[in-house]
């Protein structure tokens, strides 16, 4: 069924980045759609604390921002569908996103799809996805009260989800292929200072072992030839994303890491379709910037608008 409505704007993804780019879409007086295939939020719902998001006094859970960022691109009239986009075609001068319940029209395309959590790709992996394997720490965390788990990587997201598990578990390794963390120095201090977090410096982990459930990983060394097990009930894997780009895939130009290039209007190699948050080519992945990737991608779409006047 097509939805017989022509968006001005149609928001692909509503994490930060799609709500406001709804929320500026709505206040620049266009039709605004923001369509996303789960309950909406994307990585920052799941993030178990935000402190770095300016104007935010103290800690505040990812979820109650995101849920924020949702109420006030509603309360300015932009709409929110949950729906997932299954195509993306470029019509003579408007796009159609064919979803899996409807298809839905718009005369510019917000790309706000983010990223999905890069895999280990190692043997046990997927078998235990869900047995003991897990990208969510927020999401799980709590199923392993007492026990004693790994966080695999040296990023923010690794060091940050290591000290939130680190309020249930007994036990949290930090397993990270270098002898140096790339997390801000004011989370790594905090790791450093929690006693039920330890270090496992210059491993990569080469299996995760368990039949039915997880019992611990078999490591390698990156600076020698050794080998050692760790037994555990618990693998997070935190090494960095993979940007969600396939409804764009020859569409629009990407880069050799498959990020989405865009203009400084935010503005993709397929005219009136536009990039915003993690999905593009950026510096900086943070909620606040992709933040303001939403705002920018929904002003220029609404000005490219006003030049057509469409
Ligand atoms: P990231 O910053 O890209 O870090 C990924 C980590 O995983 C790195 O330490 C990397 O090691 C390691 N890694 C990558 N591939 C690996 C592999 N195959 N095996 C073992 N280790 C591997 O990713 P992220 O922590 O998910 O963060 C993503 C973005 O969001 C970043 O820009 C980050 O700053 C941002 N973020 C910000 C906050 C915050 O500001 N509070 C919170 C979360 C995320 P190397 O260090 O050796 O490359």
Known sequence: MVDEALYDILVIGAGPAGYTAGLYGARAGRRTLMLDSGIGGGQLATTFRIENYPGVAGEVSGFELAETMKKQALHFGAELVQDEALELTVEEDYFQVRARNKTYLGKTVILATGASPRKLDVEGEERLAGKGVSYCATCDGAFFRDKKVAVVGGGNSAVEEALFLAKFARE???????????????????????????????????????????????????????????????????????????????????????????????????????????????????????????????????????KRGA
Request: overall charge negative; aromatic content about 8%; charged content about 25%.
């Open 172 to 306: 949290v390794y930090i397993i990270h292929r270098r002898d140096q963390l790339r997390a801000d120095k004011v989370v790594q201090e905090e790791a450093v200072n929690n006693p039920k977090i330890s270090f496992l410096f210059n491993y990569v982990v080469d299996e995760i072992v368990g039949e039915g459930k997880v019992t611990g990983v078999k490591l390698k060394s990156t600076v020698g030839k050794g080998e050692r097990f760790v037994d555990l009930d618990g693998v997070f894997i935190y090494i960095g994303n993979i940007p969600n780009t396939s409804l764009v895939r020859g569409l629009v130009e990407l880069d050799e890491r498959g990020f989405v290039i865009t203009d400084e209007e935010l503005c993709t190699s397929q005219k009136g379709l536009y990039a915003a948050g993690d999905v593009r080519q950026k510096f900086l992945r943070q909620v606040v910037t992709a933040c303001a990737d939403g705002a920018t991608a929904a002003t220029s779409a609404a000005l490219y608008l006003s």
